[in-house]
């Protein structure tokens, strides 16, 4: 949150473009609307493909049967040709001269007629005809002739004659080339000619052919390459390619082979509807080509012929692309406009963000009567403007509050310091005493929790030779124990002035601290008096901690002192005395609960035992006050002081205690 913080720009510089609300706006937005056009575009695909499949599908098969149409009129004209010219003959006489003018005539007539027959027995249509046999082929603006009878050449011998005369019906021949077809390739179509036309059941007694050069159908297929997209095929009667744009197929391989050859047979049911003479189609991978297509053979009607189309995949879903495309690019070009248009909207409705997120790096300086904008505002902007106002107000109110309680606290610490100076002034100095020849060494030290504390500890002389010494600990801590403190010093004092013991002493503070003791404070004290001179001592508690007893061998034992209740809670009948003797380099220490409640970091209590062990034989007064002090420190390792500490110490004898 610092680091955060001192990020605020305080001279109203804008952020990164990078990191502007701006620009996530804008990115974010275009992200939606990329995702929406790629999903719309993949559904539009998806539903477009399957209709360009259905319209190529139909383009093919209206491509095929347009092909097979125009093929069909070619070879019907042929056929009508060939009709004509075997129908004409019964009409223009028996003449050669006037059967070679037909035969030119029908050459002539026809662009798709290249070369054409007639054949007639002797004697076919009339009885005593000399017969016919003459072969005429279009060359160059003339006419090339030949006798279908000459020396070493005879029709009779031929195939085709046989099987016209011999099946007795019209058929086409495959492709082929002689010397009489000028080394063209031609397919000849082959009628038979009867004497009595209406009797198809008698013999025939001619032929009639006419030629096609292959040139010719190719020329109506239209020229194509093997890379053409669309391909167009003409199959012969016998299934051979006469027509194809693969100089390797054409005219040397039949569908059948070509069947066989692709793997999986996938031509096997193109090949299957052309010898049903049906429609039909398949997709197949082409081997040449290794493209994808989609062949379709269509017969021809009224023959043996047959029109395949064959159109690649790609060709087909070319259409498709093309949209996709157009949608895609239309879709970018208008994902631009939209960042352009939203970039220019946003620029006004993040410029106020701006002014604010400026007028709060000031604030963050410390800068609070910066002047802060749009707060009249209606909007958005103007609820976090309004809302900055008042966190300003609530912030400079809440530093003149703290300002002002810390110039409360600075005074309290200060007249906390002067109590704490007037407190440890009403301490008396530990006196040395000297009587009969010995010495008695007294030493304390105090060192409240807080500023002041409830502990005290007093020293009173009598007779120059009696030592009084009190030690206490007022039930709380802070300044009502330090008022409390006072009160009982001050009781104590003029109690143990009275004379007399220690118990007496206790019993007439304890009754002076009841009274008016509505907080219902109190304190444990330890009262007690020693003879500087015999180191006879007689000690009275009010429920304080039990003093140990050093011994001059260094023999350390609590003193169980009988104790009555604590001063301030109740007037006890009597405090039991507890009478003892210190001899040379004995000593006496009495403390607080400040020393054997000490805690350290584990909240483990300093304890009796290491109280014992703490004390140093041998020591003086002031020696053992600063080691026990010192240990209770040690232990609690740096943990706070939980609880006022004091120690007070009675040395007796202690220049000689060792030597006694």
Same mark, same amino acid.
């Not at 059967?99 to 290249?114: F, M």
């Not at 009867?194 to 297929?221: C, H, K, Q, W, Y």
């Not at 009696?466 to 039930?475: E, K, M, Q």
């Given at each position: 949150?610092? +680091?955060?913080?001192?990020?605020?720009?305080?001279?109203?510089?804008?952020?990164?473009?990078?990191?502007?609300?701006?620009?996530?706006?804008?990115?974010?937005?275009?992200?939606?609307?990329?995702?929406?056009?790629?999903?719309?575009?993949?559904?539009?695909?998806?539903?477009?493909?399957?209709?360009?499949?259905?319209?190529?599908?139909?383009?093919?098969?209206?491509?095929?049967?347009?092909?097979?149409? !125009?093929?069909?009129?070619?070879?019907?004209?042929?056929?009508?040709?060939?009709?004509?010219?075997?129908?004409?003959?019964? !009409?223009?006489?028996?003449?050669?001269?006037?059967?070679?003018?037909?035969?030119?005539?029908?050459? *002539?007539?026809?662009?798709?007629? %290249?070369?054409?027959?007639?054949?007639?027995?002797?004697?076919?249509?009339?009885?005593?005809?000399?017969?016919?046999?003459?072969?005429?082929?279009? %060359?160059?603006?003339?006419?090339?002739?030949?006798?279908?009878?000459?020396?070493?050449?005879?029709?009779?011998? +031929?195939?085709?004659?046989?099987?016209?005369?011999?099946?007795?019906?019209?058929?086409?021949?495959?492709?082929?080339?002689?010397?009489?077809?000028?080394?063209?390739?031609?397919?000849?179509?082959?009628?038979?000619?009867?004497?009595?036309?209406?009797? /198809?059941?008698?013999?025939?007694?001619?032929?009639?052919?006419?030629?096609?050069? #292959?040139?010719?159908?190719?020329?109506?297929?239209?020229?194509?390459?093997?890379?053409?997209?669309?391909?167009?095929?003409?199959?012969?009667?016998?299934?051979?390619?006469?027509?194809?744009?693969?100089?390797?197929?054409? /005219?040397? #391989?039949?569908?059948?082979?070509?069947?066989?050859?692709?793997?999986?047979?996938?031509?096997?049911?193109?090949?299957?509807?052309?010898?049903?003479?049906?429609?039909?189609? #398949?997709?197949?991978?082409?081997?040449?080509?290794?493209?994808?297509?989609?062949?379709?053979?269509?017969?021809?009607?009224?023959?043996?012929?047959?029109?395949?189309?064959?159109?690649?995949?790609?060709?087909?879903?070319?259409?498709?692309?093309?949209?996709?495309?157009? #949608?895609?690019?239309?879709?970018?070009?208008? @994902?631009?406009?939209?960042?352009?248009?939203?970039?220019?909207?946003?620029?006004?409705?993040?410029?106020?963000?701006?002014?604010?997120?400026?007028? *709060?790096?000031?604030? =963050?300086?410390?800068?609070?009567?910066?002047?802060?904008?749009?707060?009249?505002?209606?909007?958005?902007? $103007?609820?976090?403007?309004?809302?900055?106002?008042?966190?300003?107000?609530?912030?400079?109110? +809440?530093?003149?509050?703290?300002?002002?309680?810390?110039?409360?606290?600075?005074?309290?610490?200060?007249?906390?310091?002067?109590?704490?100076?007037?407190?440890?002034?009403?301490?008396?100095?530990?006196?040395?005493?000297?009587?009969?020849?010995?010495?008695?060494?007294?030493?304390?030290?105090?060192?409240?929790?807080?500023?002041?504390?409830?502990?005290?500890?007093?020293?009173?002389?009598?007779?120059?030779? @009696?030592?009084?010494?009190?030690?206490?600990?007022?039930?709380?801590? !802070?300044?009502? *124990?330090?008022?409390?403190?006072?009160?009982?010093?001050?009781?104590?004092?003029?109690?143990?002035?009275?004379?007399?013991?220690?118990?007496?002493?206790?019993?007439?503070?304890?009754?002076?601290?009841?009274?008016?003791?509505?907080?219902?404070?109190?304190?444990? @004290?330890?009262?007690?008096?020693?003879?500087?001179?015999? $180191? %006879?001592?007689?000690?009275?508690?009010? $429920?304080?901690?039990?003093?140990?007893?050093?011994?001059?061998?260094?023999?350390?034992?609590?003193?169980?002192?009988?104790?009555?209740?604590?001063?301030?809670?109740?007037?006890?009948?009597?405090?039991?005395?507890?009478?003892?003797?210190?001899?040379?380099?004995?000593?006496?220490?009495?403390?607080?609960?400040?020393?054997?409640?000490?805690?350290?970091?584990?909240?483990?209590?300093?304890?009796?035992?290491?109280?014992?062990?703490?004390?140093?034989?041998?020591?003086?007064?002031?020696?053992?006050? %600063?080691?026990?002090?010192? =240990?209770?420190?040690?232990?609690?390792? !740096?943990?706070?002081?939980?609880?006022?500490?004091?120690?007070?110490?009675?040395?007796?004898?202690?220049?000689?205690?060792?030597?006694?």
């Amino acid at each position: 949150m610092t +680091q955060l913080i001192a990020e605020l720009p305080a001279s109203g510089r804008a952020v990164p473009w990078y990191r502007s609300l701006r620009t996530r706006l804008v990115l974010w937005i275009c992200l939606g609307c990329v995702a929406v056009l790629v999903g719309a575009t993949l559904v539009v695909q998806a539903r477009s493909a399957q209709l360009l499949t259905a319209q190529s599908e139909r383009e093919i098969r209206t491509l095929a049967e347009q092909t097979a149409l !125009g093929l069909h009129a070619t070879l019907e004209s042929v056929q009508v040709g060939a009709t004509t010219l075997g129908e004409a003959v019964r !009409g223009v006489g028996r003449e050669p001269r006037t059967l070679d003018a037909l035969l030119r005539a029908t050459v *002539a007539g026809d662009d798709d007629i %290249e070369g054409a027959m007639l054949i007639l027995e002797p004697g076919a249509l009339d009885d005593g005809d000399a017969g016919y046999s003459w072969y005429v082929r279009r %060359e160059g603006k003339g006419f090339y002739t030949q006798p279908m009878r000459s020396r070493g050449y005879d029709y009779h011998d +031929q195939p085709w004659w046989k099987r016209t005369i011999g099946e007795g019906r019209a058929w086409w021949s495959e492709p082929y080339r002689n010397a009489a077809t000028g080394d063209q390739m031609f397919v000849t179509y082959n009628r038979p000619i009867r004497r009595n036309p209406e009797d /198809l059941a008698s013999a025939p007694v001619g032929m009639v052919s006419l030629d096609v050069p #292959v040139s010719r159908l190719r020329t109506l297929i239209g020229q194509q390459s093997i890379d053409s997209p669309v391909l167009r095929i003409v199959l012969s009667p016998e299934h051979l390619y006469v027509v194809h744009p693969s100089p390797e197929l054409e /005219l040397k #391989v039949r569908l059948d082979d070509r069947a066989r050859q692709l793997d999986g047979h996938v031509l096997q049911p193109l090949l299957d509807a052309v010898r049903e003479r049906r429609s039909a189609d #398949v997709t197949y991978l082409d081997p040449t080509t290794h493209i994808r297509r989609i062949g379709m053979v269509q017969p021809v009607p009224d023959s043996a012929w047959t029109v395949a189309v064959s159109v690649s995949e790609q060709y087909a879903q070319e259409q498709l692309r093309r949209t996709t495309r157009a #949608v895609i690019a239309g879709g970018l070009l208008a @994902v631009l406009v939209l960042v352009l248009v939203l970039w220019l909207i946003a620029r006004p409705i993040t410029r106020p963000l701006l002014a604010l997120t400026s007028s *709060a790096g000031h604030f =963050a300086a410390g800068e609070f009567d910066w002047p802060l904008p749009h707060t009249t505002r209606r909007d958005e902007v $103007g609820l976090l403007a309004r809302a900055y106002d008042r966190a300003r107000s609530s912030i400079k109110s +809440q530093l003149a509050e703290i300002e002002r309680m810390a110039r409360s606290r600075q005074k309290l610490e200060s007249e906390l310091s002067i109590a704490r100076d007037i407190q440890l002034a009403m301490l008396p100095p530990a006196p040395t005493l000297h009587a009969d020849g010995h010495c008695l060494q007294a030493h304390a030290l105090l060192e409240p929790a807080k500023a002041v504390g409830g502990d005290f500890y007093t020293f009173f002389v009598r007779d120059e030779r @009696v030592l009084w010494f009190v030690i206490g600990d007022v039930s709380d801590k !802070g300044v009502p *124990a330090a008022l409390f403190m006072a009160r009982a010093m001050t009781v104590l004092e003029i109690a143990t002035g009275l004379g007399g013991t220690p118990d007496r002493a206790l019993r007439a503070a304890a009754a002076r601290l009841v009274e008016g003791n509505d907080t219902c404070m109190f304190a444990t @004290v330890l009262c007690g008096a020693i003879d500087s001179g015999t $180191g %006879e001592m007689v000690l009275a508690s009010a $429920g304080h901690e039990a003093p140990v007893l050093l011994r001059a061998g260094g023999r350390r034992q609590y003193v169980e002192v009988p104790t009555g209740p604590p001063l301030g809670v109740d007037i006890a009948d009597s405090y039991p005395l507890w009478r003892g003797r210190l001899q040379p380099g004995d000593a006496l220490v009495a403390y607080t609960d400040g020393i054997s409640e000490a805690l350290d970091g584990g909240q483990n209590a300093f304890g009796t035992e290491r109280l014992l062990s703490a004390l140093p034989a041998g020591a003086d007064a002031k020696g053992l006050c %600063e080691a026990l002090v010192a =240990a209770a420190h040690g232990f609690a390792d !740096g943990a706070a002081q939980s609880d006022d500490i004091t120690v007070l110490a009675l040395s007796f004898d202690p220049s000689t205690g060792g030597n006694a």
